[in-house]
Structure formats: structure tokens, C-alpha cells
């Protein structure tokens, strides 16, 4: 191989050693600045192909996505010293690379472990300035949108950190709490079933006695109707009688007088009555005289 060849060849070795140490591509899902000897020279580089001076600059590439701080469980104090358990998380993106950098040396494990810091005073804070109620139920959704706001600024100044989003997964009561406020609502679920209880068993003698009112009521009604209907049918039963015997007195002395004769004699017992009793009238004489 002629020394011009090998020339030709070293130099095109050198040139290509260069070119893939000049040479980087940068992600749409990353953020990257450009360091030259330690120093920021350039600051959220775009995405696509770009030149550096290779062995005197290098890249510091970071995620752009949308990240998630699952901070842990923490104790706070309300403005009634009462304790809570609050679990929450952020949702955070990196906004200003060089800020980030300064703030972070780049290290995303240390962006966490700052934005978490500063999530629990700012949860202290606003928690410190609401009741136990207000935190739990009545104004969750107006604290987070009031912290997220003001955690946001913050962020972004010290941290060049976008905070996008801060959320509250569980508000609990610690132990000895939770035994003293579920004790108290037990006890308030117990007064108010024996209120109830009360007030049933209060309506349910209500209903009785009325029923027991109305049952004599309507008993009597019954009874009365049943004894004018009874005397009713009696003295029309009279009437009618007395209407039939008074067509022939005689006839009906005469088939009373038969009917007493039989109902008499139908039984085995002695009889004793003197004969010219009135008894024997018609057995004397047919016409009863």
C-alpha cells in the first residue's frame, strides 16, 4: 500500500472519529444542554441533529415527559391540633433545563427528593390553616388547586420544575384518633337508633289505641244496628202474629191448647191437675166452653 493510500486512509479514520463524536441526536422526549469543561454553553437544545466540539463539550440529556412524585404518607397538624395522614402525589415536567441543572447537578433522584420537600410545606401550611372537616371533605378540591398554583411559581424559580398537577390519594386519622372519632360516631348512631326506636314505639302505640278505639267504636255501632234490626224484626214478627190470631181468637187458643197437649204428654212425668182445670177445656168439650 503506497504512503499516500495510508495518508488518505488515516485521514478519512480521523475524520469519522470526529463526526461520531461531534455528532448527537436528540429525542422528542428529552430535554438536553450543552457543557463545555463543566459550563452551560447552551441551554434546551431542541430535538433533532446537532454538532459539538468533540472532547471539549458533552451532552446532559434529561426525560421532558410527564413525571410522577409518589411522595409518602405524612403527618400533619390542622388549625384544630388534630393529626392527619395525608398520601399525595405531583405531577411535574422539567420547564427551564438550565435552571433544573443548577438546581439538581441534572440528578433526577435529587429533583424528587426537593420537590418533595417542598409538597410537604406547602401541604403543612395550607392543612395548618383548615379544620380537620375542611381537609377531609369540605375544601379538598380548593386546597390542591391553591397549593398547586402556588407550589408551581416556586418551582419553576428555584427548581426550573413545572408542577402540573398536585393530588391528594388519602386524607386518614392516626390510630388513636381514628379508635376516638369512630368511638363517637358509634355512639352518636347508637343515641340517634334509640331516638328513632322511641319515636316508633311512641307511633306504634299511637296506631294501637287508636285501632282498639275504633274496634270498640265499630263493635258498638255493630251491635246497636244488630239489636234495632233484632227489635225490628220482633215486633213485626208481633205485628204479624197478632194480625193472624186476631182473624180467629178461637182457632188460635185451640191450636195453642193442642200444642200444649202434646208438648205435655210427649213426656213420662206425672202430671197432677185437678179436672175442671182450665187445662182440659177443650179435651171437655170441642168448642172449649
Known amino acids: 500500500m503506497s504512503p499516500k493510500v495510508m495518508l488518505t486512509a488515516i485521514v478519512l479514520g480521523i475524520v469519522l472519529l470526529v463526526g461520531s463524536q461531534g455528532l ?9 444542554i450543552k457543557l463545555q469543561f463543566g459550563e452551560v454553553v447552551e441551554a434546551d437544545i431542541p430535538p433533532g441533529l446537532h454538532w459539538k466540539v468533540p472532547f471539549m463539550q458533552n451532552i446532559k440529556r434529561f426525560d421532558a415527559r410527564v413525571l410522577t412524585l409518589d411522595t409518602n404518607p405524612s403527618r400533619f397538624l390542622t388549625s384544630g391540633k388534630k393529626y392527619v395522614i395525608v398520601d399525595s402525589y405531583a405531577k411535574w415536567r422539567i420547564k427551564d433545563v438550565n435552571s433544573y441543572y443548577k438546581a439538581t447537578s441534572g440528578n433526577r433522584l435529587e429533583a ?5 420537600n417542598l409538597v410537604n410545606k406547602g401541604l403543612r401550611d395550607e392543612i395548618a390553616a383548615r379544620t380537620l372537616h375542611d381537609v377531609v371533605s369540605g375544601e379538598r378540591d380548593q386546597l390542591m388547586t391553591k397549593l398547586t398554583a402556588a407550589l408551581n411559581l416556586q418551582t419553576q424559580k428555584e427548581l426550573g420544575i413545572e408542577v402540573l398537577d398536585l393530588r391528594v390519594k388519602a386524607v386518614d ?3 388513636d384518633l381514628s379508635k376516638s372519632v369512630y368511638s363517637r360516631m358509634s ?4 343515641r340517634e337508633a334509640r331516638e328513632y326506636r322511641s319515636q316508633g314505639k311512641e307511633l306504634a302505640e299511637g296506631i294501637r289505641a287508636d285501632a282498639d278505639r275504633q274496634k270498640i267504636v265499630i263493635e258498638a255501632q255493630a251491635y246497636r244496628d244488630a239489636e234495632r234490626t233484632k227489635g225490628e224484626g220482633d215486633a213485626e214478627s208481633a205485628r204479624i202474629y ?3 190470631y186476631n182473624k180467629d181468637p178461637e182457632f188460635y187458643a ?7 197437649y202434646t208438648e ?3 213426656q213420662n212425668d206425672v202430671l197432677l191437675l185437678q179436672p175442671d182445670s182450665d187445662f182440659f177445656r177443650y179435651m171437655k168439650d170441642a168448642k172449649g166452653k
Open 173 to 175: 386519622l392516626p390510630e
Open 24 to 32: 448527537y441526536v436528540i429525542n422528542e422526549t428529552e430535554r438536553a
Open 264 to 266: 205435655t204428654f210427649r
Open 187 to 190: 355512639a352518636e348512631r347508637e
Open 242 to 244: 197478632a194480625a193472624a
Open 254 to 260: 185451640f191450636t195453642r191448647s193442642l200444642r200444649a
Open 112 to 116: 424528587s427528593n426537593l420537590l418533595a
